[in-house]
Structures are given as structure tokens and as C-alpha cells.
């Protein structure tokens, strides 16, 4: 299966920012554990992070046309107000599960709140960085 794995602001930062949120793995760390998962169930997956929101549109967008059969998609604070980001999604008609690492329920009210996750397959929340591998095989099934 061809995978991308789209994360969005600040996802960079993992092991830098709020550690006690997000935990102590950094960005590179967690890029290794989904490689290697796709090595290991023979997936293709490219792994693409931005601060930018455009950036992630076209992201998106390129994925419509390089094939892309699935996206896992950490949109990060954006998932609480970008439309835009949510009119992306649903035009690329690709299987999309949204990811967090906290349980965004547990946190500010105004993370309890997603304009992304009605057009996504589905949502993973407070997993941590496994939430990533589990979204990946929910993308399968």
C-alpha cells in the first residue's frame, strides 16, 4: 500500500516541546518507527511535515496524483480551524485517519473541537506516537 504520513505544525518539535504532552521521542524517532513498520508489512511510505498550511494543501493535493492509497494525518493545532485544510481532504477522496498523540479530549476546550476529522475515515487520540502505526493499519482494513 502506498501511505503518505502528513504531520502538521510543531510536529517537528516532538522531544523539544511539552514534553510531558507529547513525550520525550523526537521527530526523527518517530519517522523510524513508521518506516520501519512499512518496511516490515511492505508498504511504500513517504513521511512529510510543514509549519505551512499551504504547504500541506499541495501535499494533499499531490497526492491525488501520485497514487497515494491512504494518509495518516497529524494536522496539529489546524485541526480546530482550518477549513481549508478540511475542503483538502475531502477532495482528494483518499482514506484519511487523523492522528494525535494526546488525548485532545483531556485538554483545552478548544481541542475538543475538529473541522477535520467529519471528512477523515477515522480519528486515533492519545496514543502517543503509536497511534501513527495503528492508523496505518486501519488504513488496510
Not at 494533499?60 to 480551524?81: R, S
Amino acid at each position: 500500500m502506498k501511505i503518505l504520513v502528513l504531520n502538521g505544525p510543531n510536529i517537528n518539535f516532538l522531544g523539544i516541546r511539552e514534553k510531558g504532552i507529547y513525550g520525550a521521542d523526537s521527530y526523527d524517532c518517530l519517522c523510524g518507527m513508521i518506516r520501519e513498520k512499512a518496511e516490515a508489512d511492505g508498504d511504500q511510505v513517504d513521511i512529510f511535515q510543514s509549519n505551512s498550511e499551504g504547504a500541506l494543501i499541495d501535499r494533499l493535493q499531490q497526492a491525488y496524483y501520485d497514487k497515494t492509497e491512504g494518509i495518516v494525518f497529524n494536522p496539529g493545532a489546524y485541526t480546530h480551524y482550518s477549513y481549508a485544510l478540511r475542503d483538502a481532504i475531502a477532495s482528494v477522496q483518499i482514506p484519511v485517519i487523523e492522528v494525535h498523540i494526546s488525548n485532545v479530549h483531556k485538554r483545552e476546550e478548544f481541542r475538543h473541537t475538529s473541522v477535520t476529522a467529519p471528512v477523515c475515515r477515522g480519528q486515533i487520540v492519545g496514543l502517543g506516537l503509536q497511534g501513527y502505526l495503528l492508523a496505518m493499519d486501519a488504513l488496510k482494513k
